[in-house]
Nanobody, 124 residues
Framework: QVQLVESGGGLVQTGGSLRLSCAAS????????MGWFRQAPGKEREYVAAITWSDARRYYADSVKGRFTISRDNAKITVYLQMNNLRPEDSAVYYC?????????????????WGQGTQVTVSS
């Protein structure tokens, strides 16, 4: 049973930084792609970033390129999302997701496993 547990959300001012963590367990993740998505009130869940566990290929949504960095720690089986220069429009619940293939996807329905989400609020 795959489990994904996010942490690290909170309240920050515009221009500030946060680091989200996603602790994964229950499977061998070497062939997985791990993604971060977010959902603001009244909006659809949207793709933020993804990383392949095997070779750490990284992909970002245009809205976060240059500000967010996704990474993974093999020893801790944890994926991170470092968020810098945060803006009010980044406010959302952030979800960690996993799919059992190395094919990068930005589509929510391609991901089989989801965490419970962590709230990020950026004040202006």
């Amino acid at each position: 049973q795959v489990q994904l547990v996010e942490s690290g959300g909170g309240l920050v001012q515009t221009g500030g930084s946060l680091r989200l963590s996603c602790a994964a367990s229950g499977r061998t993740f070497s062939r997985f792609t791990m993604g971060w998505f977010r959902q603001a009130p009244g909006k659809e869940r949207e793709y933020v970033a993804a990383i392949t566990w095997s070779d750490a290929r990284r992909y970002y949504a245009d809205s976060v390129k240059g500000r967010f960095t996704i990474s993974r720690d093999n020893a801790k089986i944890t994926v991170y999302l470092q968020m810098n220069n945060l803006r009010p429009e980044d406010s959302a619940v952030y979800y960690c997701a996993a799919k059992p293939s190395s094919y990068i996807s930005t589509t929510t329905t391609d991901y089989d496993y989801w965490g419970q989400g962590t709230q990020v609020t950026v004040s202006s």
